[in-house]
């Protein structure tokens, strides 16, 4: 597990993919060979088993780490390079905490590659989200409210990623400094309106790792611009 979790330390860039969503085959190289660290598969909705292989074996054309994020057991595909399980704190819904997860084990028992597997701690904080609406996710949180979900999971269950979840629109920075000032070992990860070169700075300025994933399908140059915005960012030093 200690393996796994350091091979994502690394991850400043991560490019995350819908296997329900078109994208040509040169947008996928572009992407691909963009520089990026990562790329991440999943989605909330529309996500199966066959669009998922058919997106990791294009992927799988390209030499760089592929995660996929199970949102959904029949899309769980063999073949990646490691799996991110995400927990939504902030709902009232068990099922997304740990419910989904206990059905998992019980379907797929020692089949489970548990070495390759890294939970994640999500956050929801876009109320109007897909991902907040199909978790019943409380997103109209204080920054000190996110901040406290976000201390369960770092100091409470010790995950190895706490991931602020804007989903399609871009996140209020204060309440993404109030959450970082007070994660100490999971790393920080954010996702959610980044669509060019500023908001991918304002973000890498304040987490580990940034996730950048709609801009891909309405354009994708912006998308690669992101890159470099946030690999040349550094971590700005709270007190």
Same mark, same amino acid.
């Given at each position: 597990?200690?393996?796994?979790?350091?091979? !994502?330390?690394?991850?400043?860039?991560?490019?995350? =993919?819908?296997?329900?969503?078109?994208?040509?085959?040169?947008?996928?190289?572009?992407?691909?060979? $963009?520089?990026?660290?990562?790329?991440?598969?999943?989605? $909330?909705?529309?996500?199966? &088993?066959?669009?998922?292989? /058919?997106?990791?074996?294009?992927? /799988?054309?390209?030499? =760089?780490?592929?995660?996929?994020?199970?949102?959904?057991?029949?899309?769980?595909?063999?073949?990646?390079?490691? &799996?991110?399980?995400?927990?939504?704190?902030?709902?009232?819904?068990?099922?997304?905490?740990?419910?989904?997860? /206990?059905?998992? !084990?019980?379907?797929?028992?020692?089949? !489970?590659?548990?070495?390759?597997?890294?939970?994640?701690? &999500?956050?929801?904080?876009?109320?109007? $989200?897909?991902?907040?609406?199909?978790?019943?996710?409380?997103?109209?949180?204080?920054? /000190?409210?996110?901040?406290?979900?976000?201390?369960?999971?770092?100091?409470?269950?010790?995950?190895?990623? @706490?991931?602020?979840?804007?989903?399609?629109?871009?996140?209020?920075?204060?309440?993404?400094?109030?959450?970082?000032?007070? @994660?100490? *070992? $999971?790393?920080?990860?954010?996702?959610?309106?980044?669509?060019?070169?500023?908001?991918?700075?304002?973000?890498?300025?304040?987490?580990?790792?940034?996730?950048?994933? *709609?801009?891909? &399908?309405?354009?994708?140059?912006?998308?690669?611009?992101?890159?470099?915005?946030?690999?040349?960012?550094?971590?700005?030093?709270?007190?």
């Amino acid at each position: 597990m200690n393996e796994i979790r350091q091979s !994502i330390q690394p991850w400043r860039h991560v490019f995350k =993919l819908d296997p329900d969503r078109e994208l040509g085959d040169q947008e996928l190289e572009a992407i691909c060979c $963009s520089g990026t660290d990562a790329i991440l598969v999943g989605g $909330s909705t529309g996500v199966t &088993y066959e669009n998922t292989t /058919r997106l990791l074996a294009r992927v /799988r054309q390209y030499e =760089l780490p592929c995660a996929l994020e199970v949102s959904n057991l029949e899309a769980a595909v063999p073949g990646f390079d490691l &799996y991110m399980i995400p927990m939504v704190l902030n709902t009232s819904d068990t099922e997304w905490i740990f419910g989904h997860h /206990r059905k998992a !084990i019980e379907r797929f028992g020692s089949l !489970i590659p548990w070495e390759l597997l890294l939970t994640e701690g &999500y956050i929801v904080l876009n109320e109007d $989200s897909s991902v907040a609406r199909l978790t019943g996710a409380d997103s109209r949180l204080s920054a /000190r409210g996110a901040a406290a979900y976000a201390q369960i999971a770092d100091k409470l269950m010790q995950l190895p990623v @706490v991931y602020i979840e804007y989903s399609g629109t871009f996140g209020n920075m204060e309440t993404v400094r109030e959450v970082r000032e007070t @994660v100490e *070992n $999971s790393q920080l990860f954010y996702g959610g309106g980044i669509t060019g070169e500023a908001e991918a700075e304002q973000a890498a300025a304040l987490c580990d790792t940034v996730v950048v994933g *709609n801009i891909i &399908y309405r354009d994708v140059q912006q998308a690669l611009f992101t890159v470099q915005a946030v690999k040349q960012t550094p971590k700005i030093q709270l007190d």
